[in-house]
């Protein structure tokens, strides 16, 4: 620390680790240290980072243990699969050195298995797939944040709707919901012909803050507005990399206001989509409060409502009510009526009639 009780590291400190023993700087653990801790362009940490940085690395290596584990298990699953095919072409070796003839006795098992072929035949497929998704393609791990969707279809520029991987067998993998905390589990061969999106393989993930400018905004405030957000996000080297792009992506001239976006890049992965939509919150809060204090918002105008008939023959089976309180067609009446200057204020005292309560006759009366 620079003094007792202060609340700021400076990296200086940490980068003692980086020295061997011959006093020589090794850059590849100066950059692994800088990758872990993020210190701030003036070199400083505070505590309560050090601390998160701290809590990142001790989670990786708790979620290391618990793949590993989990492999360990799924090798085993394979093995007692392939014993089972040793032991198969094992003892066919031993009937055909005893002199028994293997192709007659499965000649005479072919009646039973050949129905139970049919049978069995959809769900060995899938069975298989789902082998080859565990063991060879190898899509996710344990802990990994991951979302299904078909493969013919684009995904959602923002992001999409993500599960835990809490457990994975040779036959199943079970996940959580991130958003809701439900537990589900796949078929490991229904997953096969699916697209995989694996969070925790997706670093430094690509966010995108949308914004709508007035066509009367001169450009010259445009350029300055991304100048300051441009120093907004270089202010914080632990949140963003920087800024990949800030351009015009729709010119609505009849609404009157144009749509720009900034594209910007995360120091985390989708993994760790909590930190990336705060970022992502706090730049596009940063955007609005901006723009009010250089008069750059954009206020949608009002739409107008036209109370006028469109056309006469749409008026003809318009209902209207009659003196008992019952409903019948406008004709010509109102029609002839409609050309007054007062034509707006009947029909909207004539729509008012329609929902008053009609009052009951004597007789209705009586039976209540």
Not at 10 to 23: C, E, N, Q, S
Not at 44 to 56: K, Q
Request: with cysteine; aromatic share 10%.
């Amino acid at each position: 620390m620079q003094h007792p009780g202060s609340p700021v590291l400076h990296f200086d400190t940490l980068m003692a680790l980086a020295i061997d023993k011959h006093g020589k700087l090794e850059k590849d653990k100066a950059r692994a240290l800088i990758r872990l801790f993020r210190p701030d362009r003036q070199g400083n940490i505070s505590l309560c980072d050090f601390v998160r940085s701290c809590d990142r690395m001790y989670k990786k290596v708790k979620m290391f243990r618990v793949t590993t584990s989990n492999a360990v298990q799924l090798d085993e699953a394979f093995e007692k699969i392939m014993n089972v095919l040793f032991y198969f072409v094992l003892s066919l070796f031993v009937i055909f050195l005893m002199g028994v003839d293997p192709i007659g006795i499965f000649t005479g098992l072919t009646g039973v298995f050949l129905p139970l072929s049919f049978l069995f035949s959809a769900a060995a497929s899938k069975y298989f797939e789902g082998l080859l998704l565990v063991l060879v393609r190898q899509a996710y791990d344990i802990g990994d944040r991951i979302a299904v969707s078909n493969p013919m279809l684009d995904t959602s520029p923002d992001g999409s709707t993500t599960w835990f991987v809490e457990n994975i067998t040779l036959f199943t993998t079970t996940v959580r919901c991130a958003g809701t905390n439900e537990v589900g589990t796949y078929a490991n061969g229904s997953l096969a012909g699916l697209r995989i999106i694996n969070a925790a393989r997706s670093p430094k993930a690509i966010a995108s803050v949308r914004l709508k400018f007035g066509l009367d905004v001169p450009y010259e405030k445009v350029k300055v507005f991304r100048t300051v957000v441009e120093q907004f996000v270089k202010d914080r080297p632990r949140e963003w990399l920087k800024v990949l792009g800030f351009r015009a992506t729709a010119v609505e001239a009849d609404l009157g206001y144009i749509q720009y976006v900034v594209v910007m890049q995360h120091v985390e992965s989708w993994q760790n989509i909590g930190a990336i939509l705060q970022s992502k919150a706090d730049v596009a809060s940063f955007c609005l409060e901006v723009s009010k204090k250089m008069d750059m918002r954009f206020f949608a105008p009002p739409m107008p409502i036209d109370l006028r008939v469109a056309d006469k023959s749409s008026m003809d089976n318009f209902p209207r009510t009659t003196g008992d309180g019952g409903i019948s067609s406008i004709g010509n009446d109102f029609l002839s009526s409609s050309r007054r200057d007062d034509n707006v204020e009947g029909g909207i005292q004539m729509i008012s009639n329609l929902f008053k309560q009609k009052e009951p006759t004597p007789e209705e009366k009586k039976r209540k």
